[in-house]
């Protein structure tokens, strides 16, 4: 049949194609799969030289640093916490603390704030100076300006990268990403401020949920992908506020069970007087380790300075 349709050496042509292209496939699943003996002596390498290097990407506050082992490369890490509680100061925060303090590369999208709003956060908190004051303007004779010159060349110079393009999907940042990871200025950590503001990856989902569920997922295999830590905020719904107990749950995250699956650490932003402004706990934030894969959980305490747009170990607030 086949020498009556097509001529016999067009036929072997096709033939060996196909068989290329099933080699090719063959060579792409096996590229993927890595013999487990191979990984030992570079494992045991790393291992070994673990006590005297970092971990992972400390955020800044030295108790939690101490329960997550820093943020390590492919994670997915959420610090989650209702409106008000100060989920993107600690965003912007722990992004100050990594470009300014440890010199690496920090990609930072925010979909809420204007990019001028996050340089005078981070103004206020490296120099001391109020956000209010910085907000409304200071004359030229303030003695507040002092302090500010003494911050901004480390500022000035710090690799610290801010996007504040909306609408945006998890692929438009992946692309922003991929292009700083070929650029001299790399890539160290990508922040997000927040995920319940991205869009799905497709205009044909539409379900509130499925947009939670299709954005974590892509947060996830991104971080995989450009083998980084991914930093993002998130948004609870509103069932802390009707509890009498406050305490937040990671049942509390607008679509939990899907980002409670994706992330590898969550942490809850809890501030004890933002409901009770009387709270003896006035100025203190919980920042409750919900999740961490690969350790433990823990409540740890610092200090709102909510002036300065930060949070501090309560050792130096």
């Known amino acids: 049949m086949a020498s009556q349709g097509m001529d016999p050496d067009r036929l072997a042509e096709l033939a060996l194609e196909l068989g290329r292209k099933a080699q090719a496939r063959r060579a792409g699943a096996q590229s993927d799969l890595v013999l487990l003996g ?3 002596n570079p494992a045991f390498d790393d291992i070994e ?6 971990k992972g990407i400390p955020t800044g506050y030295s ?3 101490e ?4 943020m390590r490369r492919k994670e997915l890490i959420l610090l989650a916490g209702a409106t008000g509680m100060g989920k993107s100061i600690a965003v912007v925060d722990i992004c100050r603390h990594v470009a300014i303090r440890q010199r690496l590369s920090v990609a930072l999208f925010t979909l809420e704030m204007a990019k001028e709003e996050v340089f005078e956060r981070v103004l206020s908190a490296e120099s001391g100076v109020p956000h209010d004051r910085i907000r409304d303007g200071l004359p030229s004779d303030a003695p507040e300006w002092s302090q500010i010159e003494r911050r901004i060349g ?3 110079n710090a690799p610290f990268y ?3 393009r909306a609408p945006m999907r998890v692929a438009d940042i992946e692309r922003c990403c991929r292009q700083m990871l070929e650029s001299p200025a790399g890539l160290d950590l990508v922040a997000i401020d927040h995920m319940h503001l991205l869009r799905a990856s497709t205009d044909r989902i539409t379900d509130p949920n499925q947009r939670v569920a299709d954005v974590s997922t892509s947060l996830k295999n991104m971080a995989m992908a450009l083998d980084v830590p991914v930093l993002s905020a998130a948004q609870f719904n509103r069932a802390p506020a ?3 107990d406050k305490t937040p749950q990671m049942s509390d995250l607008r679509g939990a069970s899907n980002i409670e699956q994706d992330a590898n650490k969550i942490i809850l932003v809890h501030r004890p007087d933002y409901y009770d402004r009387d709270s ?12 961490n894969r690969s350790g433990r959980t823990k409540v740890v305490t610092v200090a709102a300075q909510l002036h300065l747009s930060r949070f501090a170990d309560m050792s130096i607030a």
């Open 154 to 156: 480390p500022m000035a």
């Open 63 to 65: 108790e939690v640093d």
């Open 162 to 164: 801010v996007s504040d």
């Open 49 to 54: 030289q673990r006590h005297t290097r970092p």
């Open 280 to 291: 003896p706990r006035g100025g203190e934030v919980d920042l409750i380790v919900a999740k």
């Open 38 to 40: 191979s990984l030992i």
């Open 242 to 244: 009707a509890r009498m």
């Open 67 to 70: 329960v997550l082992g820093g």
